[in-house]
């Protein structure tokens, strides 16, 4: 069983005993610990199940390469599911629950897939569940959506914050141990901006527990003086429980930073997510120990040599009173020596190599261990925790020599360098014969915006493993000037490559053989695949699911694609690897969403006078970033019925609508006229000073993008208005022509939009309201339709335009955006007398539609143009060119047959229902029901006392009167007939008043 | 071809599955075929497919620079729809669902499709209205859809949030027929089965030259040595310019990142698809458990697979806003595929400039939708040599005539 | 994410700060001129697999429009220029001869913008 040690453990505060709760019961750890490690303290051993086979799983690693130790942790808003025990810190009140199994750990129905794993293999489900066909979506799948799946559903929202940061640094260092601390030092030493990020909660990586020592210092005192001369210095940033999950093109790097994942609920953010510009980034992120590959190397007892290494040194645990270890390489021993060293029996050591002489294996022996050269393990025995090995020799078939009696295995088939982040955005492997391993060409760097590599690699993560040659390789990494720091040469006889164990094994041996241990993917799985034509490296991680669990094959890959090659006969770099992704490690999605969340989840444009509709019953609409009022209610008022009666009050009395969000861009310069000219379809030019004219604008493939109206205030300079939605855009569209085809002509764009609060005041009491405020001639004679004038109105500097799109009398009123609320107010409190109602969008709909005026967005959906509309009066006959002229020419544009706009009344008075489409006899030769036409705007008119509306129609002009079917959803067809678009006030007598 | 079924893996078990044929062959490249498919991504073995399935041609080669389904098959969100606005749209992604429902037996390859239903939300007025139009035009193509109010989406979708502060859901465009299926399978099942028609899939074999006399084409240059065609199919999306290029004309295609991701598995708990375009993201849950997301495409031409980060947080950001529970899953991984964007969005499917020549490509971020019916209708252009109705109306005159097919109608803008 | 500088303003820009305008040097076709010519104008796209000259805004900046030539493939950024120019700098032209002998810059191969149109 596994226990806390009574003595040692460097990362623990024995006098802070914590309290936690596993699957509820409760147990207890120390301050320092991970979850993982206060589990085996509490003999904890079965911490999870499998993915596919519900296999008992125990923890394996002892960082965030861990596959099999994920837990739901925390409960109701901060539930977390499929969190690592291994990179997760105990604290007082965790709670964590284990996951994919039911009813209990123990005893989970769903390992009866085990019992059946023979006959689900690496892709069984491509070729069952075929037939019948409707038992995949009723049956089958549903059955394995439910048996599939890890963690549990999280319910309702997040209870916690997350915060985004900027950094920029010359050198950015992913990891802090003596690699990271060495680049770190180095860089900072000549005089650049470092940031030294390390994922876990102390420096110092590995070499602590490994016992190296550096400059004549035991590692972890050379860490401690080292992070201490770093904070001393003012050009370096240092954070720990910060992992650099992702490099990104043109330098650009990815950090998260767990704030508060220990400390639930301490009002502190939980997250941070670093985005951070580095010249050069430093990868020192160590290296990731290979497990071996044999028959029940998956048992709850079964972990990596390194990481029962940690778990000793780091959190005195043992992990059995007994460890076996199984072994191809020398850097085991160190465990071995470790566990020695806390009183702890090592029956034997297993090593696959023949000969084994090397200082490190002498040394074990040298303590009375046994050393088994050329052997195997041919079985782990166990349920589901490990009661002892068989052992073979590593050269047959598998034949039991000799069992022994254990409670763990402590496995290591080598080290891969943590290419990950080297990879992410394009540099290159190279696979190193000797020392069997893909690491970084450092010919082929990642590169940057200027082409200049923007990656380096550090320590383990190149490839080197010895203390000497990581501090070595770490410094000149970052550029040191001067001596590195030094430790004593290692004397480690070379590794040799084992992918299976023993190498003979049969079939049954293999399908017992786990590479990937979270989706359960073995030997036979990859070798199955290679003889079904899954060749590529891809192909084999899809079909098996190899390397797509959570770890995303931190573990797997290797002996995954090493296993592929040797079934292809091919060497290991012809098979390759599958595709760095980002991120390194899970990173929360929280994090990534950052503040912008809830309310402020987009930024919230507000007019001058959004607080005042606030304030007064409005209903609102989003309409882009800004927000409009839709209507006002008043209490006990639908929605309809609030726009009815803001219709019926503007047309009999007056109404007040915010226009401010509509775009107000000025056009300046000697070439302004020529300018837009060149951008609205009609003559912008001859328009008189003091004049407005409405106009239309296309893009140059033919196509109406923005109408408004337009007015000259001075020679050389016009006013724009634009759609609500416009404003951005078109003037992005006119500085684009400005600037990269009509560069010398001498024109400025300037986007007012919310310099001015815009307020239309419409209604038959339009003018005695304006005549009362005071200050300017509003009259008829002085302020005829279609003009504007400037002047104050009670008080308040004014731009008065006489324009109407509502077909009443009309004055749109543009003042000072600071000064938009206060006239706002003057108009509400002067016009009471007048019967004044405040009308929102929807209003302002249908009184445009009642006219026949089209709207941006409603009669055009980009693939309108303006002869469709029956805006041919708008198009100048006199240019030779504006945009869109030529593309407008175009057969299909020019084709007499075009959908054309049309008033549609209904023969039974009822409002034809959005969107609808005219049939025509007959269908297609896809069979589809042949059209004439289409709805595009469609309201209940308060005015009429029924149903109008506006649609494109085949011919349309030229059909008055005759009747369409509109068919519905239900099958009911609605009939309508074709009529003149102007429903109100056809000869325009009551705006021009 | 031996035939799949749960038989024959109880059968193999006993064995240990040492028995189990390759799926497909790996032969050396004849000299000459009677069509050349360049691309075995889902649409290029599709096209082969119908091409024996539906007119005797066998002669055929699909020539793979990479691995076979290792572009945008292999790297999408599986989503698939049919209900599109316009006319030609509905009835070419209509006939691929039809297809996908019937793939799995056709194919004898369990692709998993998963008619689970699929929701695009609406999230403001004019999106209303556009859905509105949409349903209305489905009704008349045949493409069943419905309008569902907000009280049925949160009944469809238990963990999305109706009644955000910003954007609350109006309603949304509901296709029952709509789902996902396994992407890796529809290139392997379709490779498959080619492969047992006798057709040659070649995979690690770039086209390094098109060559042509007298303006018709002759056969490729590959890797792999010469090879002479009657007829060649162009399917390569994402290189879809380069591959013109060598055939000496322009499309009016760029070639550009779209971006997706995966959250770590958990229980199931979304059924179905749910697309908010107001918010700009989509997500549906796989069999796995995971959380597939996608956005938009990013903004620049890039061959990289790789895409900019800002928009994956764009994307993130919408989809916590429309499921708040999502917010402490994590992001297992990122990638990106390199999509074809034409003029206006919609794919072609077109002769060429080049005789015997024919281009498929343009589809955009929805081409796994299609893959069945875009093979279908391509494999009618390539036989026949002229377009059948379900292709006509994506030929590449259309930009010359200004006759575009434009999906994306909520481009317009309300005042 | 890119990073361009404005050759305007002089700022080294996150691409969060720019709006792309798609492929540069496009010659406007109009009134008069030809199906082919406008189709080729308003849709061919070049969408190299290697050096590619594009158009940017410095949206969120200086608001001036550029040049960027970039490699589609590297993503490496060769220069920026402003757009108020019918042609690249030679000096770019010449680096990028210099960087990536096989790019197609046959479109500059001519001395003078007359000739290069």
Redesign the interface.
């Known amino acids: 069983m596994s226990a806390r040690l009574s003595r040692g453990g460097r990362l623990i505060d024995r006098t802070k005993p914590l309290s936690f709760r596993f699957d509820g019961r409760t147990m207890t750890g120390f301050a320092g610990d991970t979850l993982a490690a206060s589990l085996l303290a509490n003999d904890q051993m079965l911490v999870g199940r499998s993915f596919k086979y519900h296999r008992p799983r125990g923890i394996v690693a002892s960082g965030p390469e861990e596959p099999n130790a994920l837990v739901g942790l925390g409960e109701g808003a901060r539930f977390e599911p499929n969190q690592r025990a291994t990179t997760t810190e105990t604290f007082d009140g965790l709670t964590a629950i284990s996951q994919n199994r039911w009813p209990t750990l123990d005893l989970d129905v769903g390992a009866v897939n085990d019992a059946l794993a023979r006959f689900l293999p690496a892709g069984f489900y491509y070729k069952m569940f075929i037939h019948p066909r409707p038992f995949w979506k009723h049956v089958y799948e549903p059955f394995i959506r439910q048996s599939a799946g890890l963690g549990r559903v999280p319910q309702g929202g997040d209870a916690d914050r997350y915060e985004q940061a900027y950094a920029f640094c010359d050198l950015l260092v992913a990891g802090g141990g003596i690699a990271g601390l060495t680049a770190a030092l180095a860089g900072a030493r000549a005089g650049q901006r470092v940031i030294l990020l390390e994922q876990a909660a102390h420096w110092g990586g590995r070499a602590p527990v490994d016992g190296a020592a550096i400059d004549g210092q035991p590692a972890a005192d050379w860490v401690a003086g080292t992070v201490a001369a770093l904070a001393a210095m003012p050009n370096v940033t240092m954070r720990l429980r910060t992992q650099v999950t992702g490099l990104y093109d043109h330098g650009y790097a990815l950090a998260g930073e767990r704030i508060a994942d220990h400390t639930p609920g301490d009002g502190r953010p939980r997250q941070r997510l670093w985005r951070i510009r580095a010249g050069m980034t430093v990868v020192a992120a160590g290296a990731i120990e290979r497990p071996l590959s044999f028959a029940g190397n998956d048992l709850p007892g079964v972990m990596l040599a390194g990481a029962v290494r940690d778990f000793v040194v780091n959190w005195a645990i043992s992990p059995g009173d007994r460890t076996v270890i199984v072994t191809n390489n020398d850097d085991a021993y160190r465990t071995a020596l470790a566990l020695l060293d806390a009183g702890l029996v090592v029956p034997a050591v297993i090593d696959a190599r023949a000969s084994v002489t090397g200082a490190l294996p002498q040394a074990v022996r040298a303590r009375g261990v046994r050393v088994l050269e050329g052997r195997a393990v041919a079985k782990v025995k166990g349920g589901k925790r490990v009661a002892g090995v068989a052992i073979c020799a590593q050269a047959g078939q598998g034949a039991v020599l000799e069992e022994i009696g254990c409670d763990a295995v402590a496995m290591s088939g080598g080290w891969s360098p943590a290419v990950h982040l080297w990879s992410h955005c394009g540099g290159k492997l190279v696979w190193d014969e000797t020392r069997s391993m893909f690491r970084p060409d450092p010919a082929r760097p990642p590169t940057g915006d200027a082409g200049q590599p923007i990656a380096v690699t550090a320590g383990a993560a190149s490839g080197a493993l010895t203390a000497a040659d990581v501090l070595a390789d770490a410094h000149a990494a970052a550029g040191g000037q001067g001596p590195a720091p030094s430790a004593a040469a290692d004397d480690e006889a070379p590794m040799e490559p084992v992918w299976i164990m023993p190498q003979g094994a049969g079939p049954a041996l293999k399908a017992k053989m786990w590479l990937d241990y979270q989706n359960d993917v073995k030997v036979s799985d990859v070798q199955l695949a290679a003889r079904e034509g899954y060749e590529s490296v891809e192909h084999t991680k899809r079909y098996t699911t190899l390397g797509m669990a959570t770890d995303q094959g931190k573990l797997s890959n290797i002996n995954g694609l090493a296993v592929l090659s040797d079934a292809l006969h091919q060497p290991i770099p012809a098979t390759g690897t599958t595709t760095f992704r980002p991120p390194y490690t899970p990173l929360t999605l929280g994090a990534i969403g950052g503040e912008a969340r809830g309310e402020i989840f987009q930024p919230l444009r507000r007019t001058p006078i959004h607080d005042w509709h606030q304030a007064h019953g409005v209903e609102w609409e989003p309409v882009g970033l800004w927000r409009r009022p839709f209507c006002y209610r008043r209490p006990g008022e639908s929605s309809h019925e609030a726009v009815n009666r803001e219709v019926r009050n503007t047309r009999e009395r007056l109404g007040l609508l915010d226009a401010s969000t509509l775009g107000k861009l000025v056009v300046k310069g000697p070439d302004a006229g020529r300018f837009l000219d060149m951008l609205y379809t009609n003559l912008m030019s001859t328009l008189p000073v003091g004049k407005c004219r409405y106009g239309l604008m296309c893009s140059d493939n033919g196509f109406l993008i923005d109408d408004g109206v337009v007015a000259r205030l001075t020679e050389d300079t016009w006013l724009c208005h634009t759609t609500t939605g416009g404003a951005d855009r078109i003037h992005a569209h006119m500085e684009d022509w400005l600037q990269c085809e009509w560069w010398d002509w001498k024109v400025h764009v300037a986007n007012l939009t919310e310099q001015f609060a815009q307020v239309a005041v419409v209604g038959p009491e339009a003018r005695r309201l304006l005549e009362k405020l005071g200050g300017m001639d509003v009259s008829k004679a002085a302020l005829p339709f279609m003009t504007w004038a400037e002047g104050r109105l009670a008080g308040i500097p004014a731009r008065v335009f006489r324009i109407s799109f509502s077909g009443e009398l009309s004055y749109e009123v543009a003042i000072p955006a600071s000064r938009g609320a206060e006239f706002w107010e003057a108009c509400v409190a002067a016009g009471a007398e007048f019967g004044l109602m405040p009308y929102g969008t929807e209003c302002l709909h249908v009184l445009r539609a009642e006219k026949g005026f089209i709207m941006i967005g409603d009669e055009t959906d980009g693939t309108v143009i303006p002869q469709d509309l029956g805006l041919g009066w708008a198009i100048s006959k006199k240019k030779a060119d504006y945009l869109g002229k030529r593309a407008q020419e175009r057969s299909h544009m020019a084709d007499p047959a075009r959908w054309r706009l049309v008033g549609l009344e209904t023969l039974d008075g009822s409002v034809l229902p959005e969107g609808a489409y005219a049939v025509a006899e007959g269908t297609n030769a896809n069979g589809q029901r042949l059209t004439q036409g289409r709805v595009t705007s469609t309201y209940f008119s308060p005015t009429l006392g029924r149903g109008i509306a506006m649609g494109l129609v085949r011919h349309g002009p030229d059909r008055m009167g005759e009747v369409l079917d509109f068919p519905t959803v239900g099958g009911k067809v609605v009939q309508a007939r074709i009529v003149d678009q102007v429903f109100y006030d056809r000869e325009g007598a009551k705006q021009d008043v | 071809m031996k035939r799949?079924?749960?038989f024959?893996?109880?059968r193999e078990?006993l064995r240990?599955?040492?028995g189990?044929?390759?799926?497909?062959?790996?032969p050396q490249p004849k000299s000459r075929y009677d069509v050349v498919v360049i691309g075995a991504g889902g649409h290029g073995l599709a096209t082969a497919y119908y091409l024996g399935k539906n007119f005797g041609i066998t002669n055929v080669a699909v020539i793979e620079k990479?691995?076979?389904?290792?572009g945008n098959t292999?790297r999408n969100t599986t989503i698939i729809r049919s209900n599109y606005l316009q006319?030609?749209s509905?009835?070419i992604y209509d006939k691929a669902l039809q297809l996908y429902?019937?793939l799995?037996?056709d194919l004898?390859?369990?692709v998993?499709?998963?008619?689970?239903g699929l929701l695009m939300l609406a999230?403001?007025?004019?999106e209303?209205?556009?859905y509105?139009?949409?349903?209305?035009?489905n009704?008349?193509?045949?493409v069943a859809t419905?309008?569902i109010e907000p009280a049925k989406v949160k009944e469809l979708v238990p963990?999305i949030?109706i009644d955000?502060?910003?954007?609350p859901v109006l309603g949304a465009l509901y296709q029952a027929r709509g789902g996902t299926a396994?992407h890796?399978?529809v290139a392997?099942?379709y490779a498959r089965a080619c492969s047992a028609m006798g057709m040659d899939i070649i995979?690690q074999c770039e086209v390094t030259g098109i060559r042509t006399a007298n303006g018709a084409v002759q056969g490729i240059d590959t890797a792999r040595g010469a090879i002479d065609c009657g007829k060649l199919a162009i399917v390569v999306a994402g290189?879809s310019?380069?591959l013109a290029g060598m055939a000496g004309f322009?499309?009016?295609?760029?070639?550009m990142a779209l971006q997706a991701l995966v959250?770590?598995?958990?229980?199931?708990?979304m059924d179905v698809v749910v697309m908010a375009n107001t918010?700009h993201g989509y997500m549906s849950q796989s069999?796995?458990?995971e959380m597939v997301i996608g956005g938009g495409t990013d903004?620049?031409?890039?061959?990289?697979q790789?895409g900019?980060?800002?928009h994956?947080?764009e994307t993130?950001?919408a989809?916590?806003?429309t499921f708040?529970?999502?917010?402490?899953?994590?992001?297992?991984?990122?990638?990106g595929g390199i999509v074809d964007m034409t003029?206006d969005r919609s794919p072609i499917l077109s002769a060429t400039p080049v005789g015997n020549i024919f281009v498929n490509c343009g589809w955009g971020t929805g081409g796994f939708k299609a893959i069945p019916g875009s093979g279908w209708a391509m494999a009618e252009l390539v036989a026949k040599g002229t377009p059948g109705?379900?292709a006509?109306e994506f030929g590449l005159n259309?930009?010359?005539?200004?006759?575009?097919i434009?999906e994306?109608?909520a481009?317009?803008?309300?005042? | 994410m890119l990073i361009l500088t404005c050759p305007h303003c002089g700022v080294t820009a996150e691409e969060t700060e720019l709006a792309l305008g798609g492929e540069a040097h496009l010659k406007r076709y109009g009134p008069g001129d030809s199906d082919e010519q406008f189709e080729a104008y308003m849709f061919a796209r070049k969408n190299p697999k290697g050096v590619h000259f594009e158009r940017w805004r410095h949206a969120y900046g200086c608001g001036k429009w550029f040049i960027a030539a970039r490699c589609t493939v590297t993503l490496e950024v060769f220069g920026t220029y402003p757009a108020q120019t019918a042609r690249p700098p030679a000096d770019l032209l010449a680096a990028i001869r210099a960087k990536r002998p096989s790019a197609d810059l046959s479109d500059w191969d001519a001395a003078t913008p007359e000739d290069a149109q």
């Not at chain 2, 509105?132 to 035009?137: E, L």
């Not at chain 2, 708040?324 to 992001?331: D, G, N, V």
């Not at chain 2, 259309?398 to 575009?404: A, D, L, V």
Request: net charge positive; hydrophobic share 35%.
């Open positions: 799949y079924s749960v024959a893996v109880a078990a240990w599955h040492t189990w044929e390759r799926a497909w062959r790996s990479g691995w076979l389904g290792g292999g006319d030609p509905a009835a429902e019937g799995s037996q004898n390859y369990n998993m499709f998963s008619p689970r999230q403001t007025h004019h209303v209205r556009g509105k139009r949409t349903v209305h035009a009704l008349l193509q045949g419905e309008w963990i949030n955000g502060p910003r954007y396994r890796d399978a392997w099942g995979q290189h310019s380069v322009r499309l009016p295609i760029e070639s959250s770590e598995p958990i229980k199931p708990c918010v069999d796995k458990g903004g620049f031409n890039n061959y990289t790789r900019s980060w800002q994956v947080e993130v950001r989809l916590i806003e708040p529970m999502i917010s402490r899953l994590k992001m297992l991984r990122q990638w003029g109705p379900l006509a259309r930009f010359r005539e200004g006759r575009f434009d994306s109608v481009a317009g803008v309300a005042h």
